[in-house]
Nanobody, 124 residues
Framework: QVQLVESGGGLVQAGGSLRLSCAASGRTEKSYVMAWFRQAPGKERDFVATIEWNGKSTDYVDSVKGRFTISRDNAKNTLYLQMNNLKPEDTAVYYC?????????????????WGQGTQVTVSS
C-alpha cells in the first residue's frame, strides 16, 4: 500500500504560478508510475501529466504543454507539478496518483493509489 498526500494548492491570479507536491509513504520501495489528474466542478477527473518511475519519460495533456512540468524526487518520495502561466480554466481539484509498473499511463483506471486532492483556483 502507498499513501499519497498532496499540498501546494491555493488561489492565484491568471498568469501566476503554483507548485504542487505529492508526498508518498508506505511501500515506496517499489517502482511506481505517477501522475496528476484534475477535476473541475461537475466534470470528470481528467489526466494532466504522467512520469515514469525513473523520471525519464513524461507526457502531458495538450492544454498544459509548455506551461506545466511534472517531476519527481525518488530520494524524497515526492512528486511535483510546477504550474506556470495559470489560466482560469486550470481551476480544479488536483489529485496525484500512483501504480506499480513501467512506462507511463494516461487513464485513471490504470492507477491504484490516489491522494485526497488539493484545490487550485485561478482568478481572472
Amino acid at each position: 500500500q502507498v499513501q499519497l498526500v498532496e499540498s501546494g494548492g491555493g488561489l492565484v491570479q491568471a498568469g501566476g504560478s503554483l507548485r504542487l507536491s505529492c508526498a508518498a509513504s508506505g511501500r515506496t520501495e517499489k517502482s511506481y508510475v505517477m501522475a496528476w489528474f484534475r477535476q473541475a466542478p461537475g466534470k470528470e477527473r481528467d489526466f494532466v501529466a504522467t512520469i515514469e518511475w525513473n523520471g525519464k519519460s513524461t507526457d502531458y495533456v495538450d492544454s498544459v504543454k509548455g506551461r506545466f512540468t511534472i517531476s519527481r524526487d525518488n530520494a524524497k518520495n515526492t512528486l511535483y507539478l510546477q504550474m506556470n502561466n495559470l489560466k482560469p480554466e486550470d481551476t480544479a481539484v488536483y489529485y496525484c496518483a500512483a501504480t506499480v509498473g513501467g512506462g507511463i499511463y494516461y487513464r485513471k483506471w490504470n492507477y491504484d493509489y490516489w491522494g485526497q486532492g488539493t484545490q487550485v483556483t485561478v482568478s481572472s
